[in-house]
């Protein structure tokens, strides 16, 4: 895997420390931000909020979001709280506070384009004080940095952590993150910029998206030597992710349009702090299939009441045999099944075969093929949390 990680951070990877990874103002953010509730778009059950942002154009700005709490008694040190952050074309979502606060967490979901939240996109409105909307895939880059709207995005979740974090219900050492696509690349850039988050899980969205052939790594193949530099030294997860100290789950998809598995495994191998992943056989890309992966739930839950969580190490394909095999340590493992892929085109058209594979003792194995271009082990725990091993790839070295 050594290969393939240096082939993605090569360029950008150039001695970076905690103060240079930060453009943004963190004396600033991590501050509780000034907060007005609003009746405007409300909920049953939920509070509707304007929240204070960073400057726009020179002008204070402010963000909507709703936030709920359990219906579950509060634990001695409060609630454990969450920030949801949307996906393109996403907002404020009631839906998804609800599911987290039926887990037993606060929870917070903003719009991050300035918006009003409302079913459909066109449908929704603007309002006075709002920051940037998103324009393609950073293609404001030509704007001051403090103009873009990546930029306006990721303090808008770091607030939203400092506003979450002040409630009086709340235990600050227990509030993490969570991303959908563009908010999986959010999440990812925020895990290591914000380390007060206790645990941080992108979905879809990563790092290292340079030289992967989905929909987000196309994009720097523009022949823009700005716009590359401009994602890669400033916003790209790959420069953060090295950053980050909080326990990390990495959720995907086989055959993701947007964010192939290289990017994900890559991202999965970056983090300092303990990272795990999650490869579901041809996932669907989007809110609601994201909020299906139990796994989310099952990992902060671990994470905030200190359960031990499987780790899978020691991956090791062996083609000459055709085999993968990995070590399970901290829980037990129950079942599994071995995944591969013979294909050697587009991560999104691969088609994958499946098979049960063997559990003796810690030691997890599955029979692939030998002409196997990828492979991964699919592994179920005695708690009931599926996890994968690494994904190996045939032109990388074990």
Not at 215 to 242: I, T, V
Request: proline share 5%; charged share 20%; aromatic share 12%.
């Amino acid at each position: 895997m050594k290969r393939l990680i240096t082939f993605f951070i090569l360029i950008p990877f150039v001695a970076f420390s905690q103060n240079d990874a930060s453009i943004w103002d963190l004396d600033f953010l991590e501050q509780a931000p000034k907060v007005e509730e609003t009746n405007l778009k409300q909920e049953a059950g939920l509070k509707s909020i304007f929240y204070s942002s960073v400057d726009y154009n020179g002008k204070p700005t402010k963000v909507y979001a709703y936030y709920g709490y359990p219906k579950s008694e509060k634990p001695k040190d409060g609630y454990p709280a969450v920030v949801l952050v949307h996906g393109g074309g996403g907002t404020a979502i009631a839906k998804w506070v609800r599911i987290w606060n039926e887990k037993g967490y606060v929870a917070l979901s903003m719009d991050l384009e300035g918006h009003l939240p409302s079913e459909h996109h066109k449908d929704r409105k603007g309002f006075e004080g709002s920051g940037p909307s998103r324009y393609g895939v950073f293609h404001d880059n030509d704007k001051p940095l403090k103009e873009q709207w990546y930029y306006h995005a990721v303090a808008q979740v770091i607030l939203a952590n400092s506003f979450v974090r002040s409630l009086e219900d709340v235990n600050k050492d227990q509030v993490g993150v969570t991303g959908v696509s563009w908010g999986g690349m959010l999440t990812s850039t925020v895990a290591g910029v914000d380390q007060r988050f206790c645990f941080a899980i992108p979905i879809y969205g990563c790092g290292f998206l340079n030289g992967t052939d989905g929909a987000m790594g196309q994009h720097f193949k523009n022949g823009n030597q700005a716009y590359r530099d401009n994602l890669l030294n400033n916003f790209e997860g790959q420069k953060y992710l090295p950053l980050a100290n909080m326990p990390m789950l990495f959720i995907n998809g086989s055959n993701d349009h947007h964010f192939p598995i290289p990017g994900s495994v890559a991202s999965y191998k970056a983090p300092k702090s303990d990272s795990y992943l999650y490869i579901e056989d041809q996932l669907g890309h989007g809110h609601p299939p994201a909020w299906k992966v139990k796994e989310s739930y099952f990992f902060a839950d671990a994470v905030i009441n200190n359960k031990p969580i499987m780790s899978v190490q020691k991956t090791v394909m062996n083609l000459g045999k055709g085999t993968i095999s990995a070590i399970v340590k901290s829980t037990k493992p129950v079942k599994a099944t071995v995944f591969y892929t013979e294909d050697s085109g587009k991560w999104e058209e691969r088609k994958w075969k499946s098979a049960t594979a063997n559990v003796n003792g810690k030691k997890v194995s599955g029979e692939i093929s030998k002409n196997a271009t990828a492979a991964y082990l699919f592994i179920t725990d005695e708690n009931g949390m599926t996890l994968s091993s690494e994904v190996k790839f045939q032109d990388i070295v074990n």
